[in-house]
């Protein structure tokens, strides 16, 4: 009995009004340790990635110019240019496909 009188006043709130991020009594996520192994994943890999910009594979004598000699630039402008001509312009089309739908009731006598 004693129990059913102090569960009466307990109100189970399954929504709080408001921001719960923000202001004075803001509530706080725990930090699980799932949380502390994905940031500690994230640091090697932003590690990973510092050394890879600190030792190239090419030293800059070799990187000075080395695109414009294999031509990949030229061409990958020119493919470039190609396409957006070819997005600008009319398709071709034959007078027969223009006036096909003229077609539809012709028919043999």
Known sequence: MFITRCL????RRKHF???LDL???????RVTSLM??????????EQKNLDSLENPYLTEAEEEGHMEDSGKI?????EYLHEKRQKTM??????DEHLDHL????QWE
């Not at 030229?74 to 020119?78: D, I, L």
């Not at 009319?90 to 007078?95: A, C, F, I, Q, T």
């Open 74 to 78: 030229q061409k990958m402008q020119e």
């Open 90 to 95: 009319l398709k071709h089309r034959l007078m």
């Open 36 to 45: 502390k192994a994905r940031a500690l994943q994230q640091l090697l890999l």
């Open 23 to 29: 202001g004075k009594h803001k509530m706080i996520p």
């Open 8 to 11: 009466m006043y307990y109100i």
């Open 17 to 19: 009004p408001g921001r």
């Open 103 to 106: 077609n539809v009731t012709k």
